[in-house]
């Protein structure tokens, strides 16, 4: 069976959890880098992380690799590539290059240069050239470059794996899907603990735990780019995509999500039911001073409001301490995990974190804040 190589990227901080679902999904050769895993797969694979991955964000195939020194170092290596054995010429295309160290004058340039090489080799094989479609392209094709090298994909993916479908409408800065996920799993939720977001927004966190609790595969629901390259086995994907519904289980943990926003509720109980998870979710319009706890363990996963506004600081300030000793009163015996880009957090709400997981939420540094409620443990010390 042929082996491909892959880089599958996820959301910064992600990358270890991210190798680790790699791996149980069948692909070795696994190496972790910043923003994302390189691995080596087969095509059976490739179509199951793109399926069943909760954390990854795209799933790249690699067509070239090769040393460079300049942008024309780069139009050579895409020349070389056989564009046609992936793809028809009246596929429309974008090319999209990111690049760290390079020694290039413009990324755009670059662009630019890998579109006329692909369309060099395709109008040398059929007289024609693909046309470019930036908004809706049927084949992306990716580009990374450092100081000294060049790595050329395809998007196997399409739209971005955290876009599920489930999603249609969008509150305040809502989460991402994929990023809830991984929350989820640093968390330690595997589907059998009771869980709880009391500051749910639209419901990600809660959606994301109900399709781990019922073991559903999260791109059941969606299309994605292989589907459109030369090779495609439809077969084999009927095959994976029948094997992952038979795997799916009934949720038999208590899952609660409230919001003191009531339009945010309406909201999230929409997403629920367009993932076909509303009836394993306890949604409910409640403040979080007046959440209790239903069982004497779980866990508590939420993304707090943090500001970036000088007036949103001052008041969240005051907020945190109260949500400390409502978690000290309420809570005992519960793991509670906060996510958020104030690193003032732990400080604020009197509470030390047993750990501080480093991520980002786009280009917010932010910190997943673990917090053991064990009665009288948890007096606040010097948390940074």
Not at 172 to 181: D, K, Q, S, W
Not at 182 to 209: N, R, V, W, Y
Not at 253 to 261: E, G, L, P, R, T
């Amino acid at each position: 069976m042929t082996s491909l190589k892959l880089f599958v990227s996820c959301p910064r901080g992600l990358e270890t959890v991210l190798a680790e679902e790699l791996s149980t999904l069948g692909a070795n050769q696994l190496k972790a880098t910043d923003g994302g895993v390189a691995c080596v797969a087969s095509l059976a694979t490739l179509y199951r992380i793109n399926l069943q991955s909760r954390v990854a964000s795209r799933v790249l195939l690699q067509v070239g690799y090769g040393k460079i020194r300049d942008e024309h170092d780069v139009f050579r290596l895409a020349s070389n590539v056989a564009w046609t054995d992936y793809f028809q010429v009246h596929q429309t295309i974008k090319v999209k290059v990111e690049a760290k160290g390079a020694r290039v004058t413009s990324l755009d340039f670059v662009g630019l240069k890998i579109k006329d090489a692909v369309c060099d080799v395709f109008r040398a094989a059929c007289g024609e050239r693909p046309s470019v479609d930036k908004r809706s392209p049927d084949i992306r094709i990716q580009a990374f470059l450092n100081h000294q090298e060049a790595f050329l994909f395809i998007d196997t993916s399409g739209e971005a794996l955290f876009k599920r479908g489930y999603r249609q409408e969008t509150g305040e800065a809502p989460l991402r899907e994929n990023l809830a996920a991984g929350l989820l799993k640093l968390a330690g939720f595997d589907g059998t603990q009771t869980l709880l977001d009391p500051m749910c927004g639209s419901g990600t966190i809660a959606i994301e735990a109900a399709l781990i609790a019922k073991n559903r595969a999260v791109g059941l629901n969606r299309r994605f780019g292989f589907e459109k390259l030369l090779g495609f086995d439809r077969g084999l994907w009927t095959e994976l995509c029948d094997a992952a519904r038979a795997q799916e289980k009934d949720c038999t943990v208590h899952i609660a999500a409230s919001d003191i926003n009531r339009f945010l509720i309406k909201e999230a109980i929409k997403n629920a039911q367009n993932a076909e998870v509303d009836d394993v979710i306890a949604f409910s319009v409640k403040d979080i001073v007046e959440t209790k706890p239903k069982t004497e363990t779980g866990l508590i996963v939420t993304n707090p409001p943090y500001g970036v506004r000088l007036e949103d600081e001052e008041e969240l300030a005051a907020l945190y301490p109260q949500l400390g000793a409502w978690l000290k009163q309420n809570f005992t015996g519960w793991t509670a995990c906060f996510f958020t880009g104030d690193l003032r957090f732990p400080k604020l709400i009197r509470l030390a974190p047993k750990r501080k997981w480093p991520l980002f939420n786009g280009a917010i540094d932010c910190r997943l804040f673990v917090i053991d409620m064990v009665a009288g443990s948890n007096r606040r010390k010097d948390a940074e």
